[in-house]
């Protein structure tokens, strides 16, 4: 199902669903336990439940979301996953107090919340222990089949991550006529003389098109009836953004850019996104900026008053502008003494003492709140990336600007975190993460920016505490 322009899996909407309705719950049960009376007579004392109920429901579920809980595509063991469990709780009861504190009407009390917090990592430990058991089971997935043999219908076969096949179960893939098979003969299936036919037969959801060539035998009456007929016709690169969470750039066509209802630049959008991208950064300095005079001390300590604590860097921006990009220096003075931009790498001796901890926890990015303020960055985009910047890939220098997409992931502000910088592998490619720029570029919203800013929280500040429990 698609929420507010986003894809949503079956099964972890119906966890959603069951984890909202156990939240709700809770608060009741909580205080039962606590005074041994019905909450309805405890009501009496303590007021109305039910708008505590949905408060505490509405922070665990916002927790849960910031620690990447509901992601189809966490790939933790569940060691990995208690931990995000156990700081989304206490996340949740933090935040919680707060609130309690600014609006003492809705108080519970220290024990009510104590228990509530304890009953909510139970619950939420059981059904994340019974999700991990189910989740891969056939009756959860779409019954798919491919309308292509060739080079883009390999695409799909090529998925090898479990995470990204627990959406949909391939029957089988039909050979159009006059194609080249790339994919094994016994996966080939012959449909007969309908289509529709065939595909109620074999109880299919979805027909995913994947013809290298739709200008030849392309079967406009075939599909027409299997939409009529309630099932779902997509392309390949709708198929494949919605199962990997990102944008395939080798299989993608201008037409979809141009169908596509993303990438949509109307100026109320464009002043909206300006108002969250200052409202964001204001609050995020209202709240950083101790952490930001601490690191400025304790850089001019180590390497003397005289040593700059910002360091500047040209980056390419909006449209291919470039800009000054400000950051906390965590090298030495005489890093780049040469001129030439080297990437930090393991054990570098050019990081500094102070600078090894910044850039661990990502304190040295924030300064660039400043280029958010100025207007140079966004809050939420693709990574800002040096001019000129190249990769060497099997020994050959391939530059970063000439890699398709590129164009496109410049058509927005660069941001200080985004879909590449949450989800995408370190250790891949960075042409790789422009596929994760532009799916961003397509879906982007209020929600998502939110979304990203708390998972990114989550990714500086604790996910540090998960890495036994996370796949190599």
Known sequence: MQIFRHYVHLPI?????????????????????????????????????????????????????A?????IRLRTYFFGTLVRIGASVLAAVAVTALIFYAV?????????????????????????????????????????LVFGCGWQAKSISQLRRRSDQRGFMIVG?????????????????VPGDSLVEFARANRIN??????????????????????????????????????????????????????????????????????????????????????????????????GWSAPVLYRQTRVGLEGRYFNVLKFRSMKTDAERDGQPRWAEQGDARVTRVGAVIRKIRVDEFPQVLNVLRGDMSFVGPRALRPGEIEIEGGVAVPLEAVPGFDRRIRVRPGLTGVAQVYAARNIPRRHKFRYDVLYIRRRTMWLDLRLILLSFWISFLGTWESRGRKR
């Open 13 to 65: 909407a119906v966890l959603a669903a069951l984890e909202t309705l156990a939240f709700l719950c809770i608060p009741y049960l909580a205080v039962y336990l606590r005074f041994e009376e019905l909450p309805w007579v405890a009501e009496q004392d303590l007021g109305p439940i039910l708008p505590r109920a949905l408060l505490f429901t509405l922070v665990v579920q916002t927790c849960l979301v």
């Open 67 to 71: 620690t990447g809980l509901y992601s």
């Open 104 to 144: 003492p009407q809705l108080h519970l009390g220290r024990g009510v919340m104590a228990l509530s917090a304890a009953l909510a990592f139970v619950v939420i430990v059981v059904m994340r222990f019974v999700f991990l058991r189910i989740v891969d089971e056939d009756v959860f997935k779409r019954r798919v």
């Open 173 to 189: 893939y039909v050979a159009p006529e006059g194609t080249k098979s790339v994919v094994p003969a016994e996966r080939i299936v």
């Open 206 to 303: 979805e027909v995913v098109i994947a013809m290298d060539d739709r200008r030849r035998a392309f079967p406009v009456q075939e599909l027409l009836e299997c939409r009529l007929s309630g099932i779902e016709v997509v392309d390949l690169v709708t198929f494949l953004e919605r199962e990997t969470g990102k944008v395939r750039l080798d299989v993608l066509n201008p037409s979809w850019i141009i169908f596509s209802d993303g990438f949509r630049r109307d100026p109320l959008r464009l002043a909206a996104e300006r108002a969250f991208d200052l409202v964001a950064s204001v609050l995020l300095l209202g709240v950083a900026w101790p952490v930001m005079l601490l690191t400025a001390l304790a850089i001019k300590l180590e390497d």
